[in-house]
Nanobody
């Protein structure tokens, strides 16, 4: 089973940036042939899709993050990224990576006003 390990979360002021990383615990054959996604869950709310990248490289985003967040992947490193700019307090949540049928453990992002 592949483990997904997220990193890069933290506390940032509104307007700041963070880059989240999601690394697979072992080399994944055809990493670039799989879809990968970032979700988030704020306290008291359901987990929601934030961004997704398809095997072909096309991306889609939640309306709330369009123009501010960018999902990308490095096939050589078996790693998926989420670049988050112009962060807002409402972006505060635990962010989870999803792929290969597995969830990461989550990384906390806190945006202060």
């Amino acid at each position: 089973q592949v483990q997904l390990v997220e990193s890069g979360g933290g506390v940032v002021q509104a307007g700041g940036s963070l880059r989240l990383s999601c690394a697979a615990s072992r080399s994944i054959f055809s990493f670039n042939a799989m879809a990968w996604a970032w979700y988030r869950q704020a306290p008291g709310k359901q987990r929601e899709l934030v961004a997704r990248i398809s095997p072909g490289g096309s991306t889609n985003y939640a309306d709330s993050v369009k123009g501010r967040f960018t999902i990308s992947r490095d096939n050589a490193k078996n790693t998926v990224y989420l670049q988050m700019n112009s962060l807002k307090p409402e972006d505060t949540a635990v962010y989870y990576c999803y792929g290969v049928g597995n969830w990461g453990q989550g990384t906390q992002v806190t945006v202060s006003s």
